[in-house]
């Protein structure tokens, strides 16, 4: 080898192995939803990767991820369909000086199209003689995913547009979110659960439309916003007027889109939304720029994966440098023992940052971290703290060591580590406070028992003088006991006894929720209680025959005969079924009467006697339909309190009635 080739080897390495990170980094981001780096590092190391293969022209390979977009594609369940027009990805800049050159080289007099970079899920939706027919995701660009029956169930996504000349063929692009409310709460339910938290509110979106049950996924509360419109001989010159054109359609589309004239116009954009965005509803990572006029975008014309008439302009993330104080340990409720960030106090995104999660053992060790450095933190999607590195200057590492511990913090038991997992667990579910405490308040949580007045610190309060040991025991509780302890009285009293006595009537699949089994959520624990409609048949079922049940997979199957295993749990399960609870439900024979047959029903608003999830399963029962949005098909709308003003609106415009809930109630009692 020569001294030229010599010095080149290590680059030629260094292109081969930048294919393989961002292949895989792809692979995580748009299949397993779960990121492994920054928008900002993946856009760093193509930008890298580009360089190395301009810089060798015989490495060019025509399945580099320089040359093809990332691809969603591989879950199973959803058909496979070619897009008519090819998705693309956007160029990206984190430089306003680059956006500046960029509208430059534009022609003289072009208009700019700026919108908001929203952070979601690629969207192609069909429409056909104004039917919904298609909604493929970008998939690898070629060819997506057709989602149709998950998108269907987005209010803010129509299925039929009832108005005159509408072309025989559209298309519409967007992207599928999960408002920032939504991912909170979801995220806050998967932490009860003890389930890995998603990254962001992308991540959810995206994991959310790719699940095999529109039921969970109308649940979860998608939203979207589109942006594009194709197709032959469509209304309109620029991109503007398509997009006002599809919001007279009925369309979801942003009000904050601007056309601009110069460049100072454009800066002036990014500049007030750099600030506002914090104030939206949804997420956004950064601005885009379109040529506004449709005739000079085909002249501009395209790159292998890029349009040359578009950008995005990516917004940085606001990130503070600071020490890492020191790391406590938090137990949940299922043992997990959660490392905790303990910082000196930060201002980020207009909020004080004093404690960031850091996962677990092996993320710890992942950015070699410990108590002494200075770490970086950023603000997750604007809301979530997190630590992504720490500062390398030799002059501010610390020199401890960092080792998790092997005994619980809260009650000194030896702490496990199960083969494949990456969290340590305590395993003394009995006599570990935080364990004990955490089953009790998820037990008496809303969406399982629903007993008012057992709060987490009352529960606390019991627990510390020895009234609450075990869920069991809230059946035991006497009305001079709870009279008698600290802030409460007679009527506090009276009104706890009521809510117990009430959860007797929850039915048996709430209740198997509410017992706590390790990942056995609220919607799985329906899905085995439709399979399994007594506690006895589903304690002698195999982990086998679970595994036959919809997304209840080997591991699941597992924690679940692991619990009737254990002997505390049975003697625990004696005592509920002898204080009444529902341990039988209705075998899955279909509805209980055609009172609602053939009536397609929309749900909106808030109720007082039962929540939307128990309507939604007597509409089932009666033989109606639940769905999402408001259409000539729509029998009537189920009206709570605050009923959404859109869908009053088009109901009114389409004669729908409106049922209020004692109506409804009266109907299918007949």
């Given at each position: 080898?020569d001294l030229?080739s010599?010095?080149e080897e ?6 081969k192995r930048?294919?393989?990170?961002l ?5 995580k981001?748009?299949v ?11 856009d760093e190391k193509m ?5 190395l293969e301009a810089?060798f ?6 399945k580099?991820p320089?040359q093809?977009v990332?691809?969603?594609l591989g879950k199973k369940?959803?058909?496979?369909i070619?897009h008519?027009y ?6 990206n ?9 960029w ?9 700019i199209?700026?919108?908001l970079?929203?952070?979601?899920l690629?969207?192609?939706?069909w429409?056909e003689?104004g039917?919904?027919?298609r909604?493929l ?8 995913d057709d989602v149709?029956a998950n998108?269907?169930?987005i ?11 509408i072309?025989?063929?559209f ?8 408002p920032w ?5 979801l ?13 962001n ?7 959310t ?7 969970e996924v109308?649940?979860?509360?998608l ?5 594009y419109?194709?197709g ?5 010159k620029?991109h ?7 919001k007279?359609?009925g369309?979801?589309i942003?009000?904050a ?5 110069n ?5 002036a954009?990014i ?6 965005r914090k104030?939206?509803p949804v ?8 040529v506004?006029?449709?005739?000079q ?8 994966k890029?349009?040359?008439?578009a950008i995005?302009y990516?917004f940085?993330?606001?990130k503070?440098?600071?020490?890492l ?5 938090q137990v ?7 490392p905790?960030a ?12 004093q404690r ?5 053992e ?7 971290i410990?108590p002494g450095?200075k770490?970086?933190?950023?603000k ?28 619980c ?8 580590r199960?083969?494949g997992?990456?969290a340590w ?8 406070p935080?364990?004990i405490?955490?089953?009790?308040e ?8 629903n007993?008012?007045g ?9 627990y510390q ?6 869920i069991?025991?809230i059946?035991?509780l006497?009305l001079e006991?709870?009279a ?12 706890m006894?009521?809510?117990?006595e009430?959860?007797k ?7 198997l ?8 959520g609220?919607?799985?624990?329906k899905?085995?209680?439709?399979v399994y ?13 679970l595994?036959a049940i919809?997304?209840?997979?080997p591991q699941?199957?597992e924690n ?6 254990d002997m505390?749990?049975?003697e625990?399960l004696?005592?509920?079924r002898?204080a009444g609870l ?5 075998a899955?024979e279909?509805p ?7 009536m ?12 939307r ?16 949005s408001v259409s ?5 709308i ?5 009923m959404g ?5 088009k109901?009114?415009a389409l ?5 209020n809930?004692a109506?409804?109630?009266q109907?299918?009692?007949?």
């Open positions: 080898m030229f010599a010095i290590p680059e030629r390495e260094e292109l930048l294919r393989k990170e292949e895989e980094a792809n692979y981001y748009y397993l939803n779960m990121p492994t780096l920054s928008d900002r590092e993946f930008h890298r990767l580009q360089e810089q022209p015989d490495m060019f390979d025509p580099s320089t093809h990332g691809s969603d369940g959803f058909e496979q070619k008519k090819p998705m693309l990805s956007l160029a800049s984190y430089s306003r000086e680059e956006i500046e050159d509208v430059r080289k534009l022609p003289s007099n072009v208009e199209v700026c919108e970079k929203y952070d979601g690629s969207i192609s939706l429409y003689h039917v919904l027919v909604a995701t970008r998939g690898d660009g070629v060819q997506g149709i998108i269907k169930t209010p803010s996504i129509p299925w039929r547009i009832e108005r005159d000349n072309p025989e063929f298309e519409l692009r967007g992207e599928v979110l999960l409310e939504r991912f909170e709460a995220n806050k339910e998967r932490e009860e659960q003890e389930e890995p938290l998603f990254a509110p992308r991540n959810a979106a995206s994991g439309l790719k699940l095999q049950d529109p039921r109308a649940r979860r509360g939203d979207a916003y589109l942006y419109m194709l032959d001989n469509l209304p309109g620029t503007f007027e398509r997009l006002e054109t599809a007279q359609w369309f979801h942003s009000d889109i601007k056309v601009c004239k460049v100072d116009e454009v800066m954009y500049a007030y939304w750099d600030t506002e104030n939206l997420a956004t990572d950064g601005i885009v720029l379109k506004n006029d449709l005739t975008q085909e002249e501009l014309g395209y790159t292998a890029t349009p040359r008439w995005a990516k940085p993330a606001e503070q440098l600071t020490l104080k020191e790391i406590t340990y949940g409720r299922t043992g997990v023992v959660t905790v303990n910082l000196e106090p930060v201002q980020l995104s207009g909020t004080i940052v960031a999660t850091l996962h677990n092996d993320f710890i060790r992942s950015l070699d410990r450095d770490v970086w933190v950023e997750g999607g604007e809301i979530i703290p997190k630590i992504t590195g720490k500062e390398q200057s030799d002059e501010v590492q610390s020199t401890k060591d960092f080792s998790f511990p092997d005994i913090p809260e009650c000194g038991a030896k702490l496990v199960v083969e997992e990456s667990r305590c395993p003394n579910e009995a006599g570990c935080p364990q405490k955490g089953k009790i998820h037990f008496v949580s809303r969406k399982a028992m007993i008012d057992l709060g987490e610190e009352t529960i606390d309060l019991f003088n020895g009234l609450l040991r075990n069991a025991d059946y035991d006497k006991d709870i008698a302890q600290e802030r409460l009285g007679a009527k506090s009293a009276q009104n006894l009521a809510g117990i009430a959860s009537q929850v039915p048996w699949s709430r209740v929720f509410a017992l706590g089994i390790r990942m056995v609220e919607t799985t624990a899905k085995i209680a439709r409609n007594t506690i006895d048949s589903l304690q002698n079922a195999t982990a086998e025959q595994c919809e997304d209840v997979g699941i199957a679940i005969v692991a619990y009737f295993n505390r749990n049975l625990i004696a005592r509920l002898q529902q341990f039988e439900g209705e899955a279909g209980k009467s055609d009172k609602l047959a053939g397609s029903i929309v749900i909106s608003g808030t109720f007082s006697y039962h929540s999830d128990e309507y939604k399963a007597m509409i089932e029962a009666n033989g109606g339909k639940n769905v999402g000539k098909k729509t029998s009537f189920l009206a709570g309190e605050n003003p859109e869908k009053r609106k109901a009114e004669g729908i009635k409106l049922m809930e109506d409804f109630l109907l299918i009692s007949g």
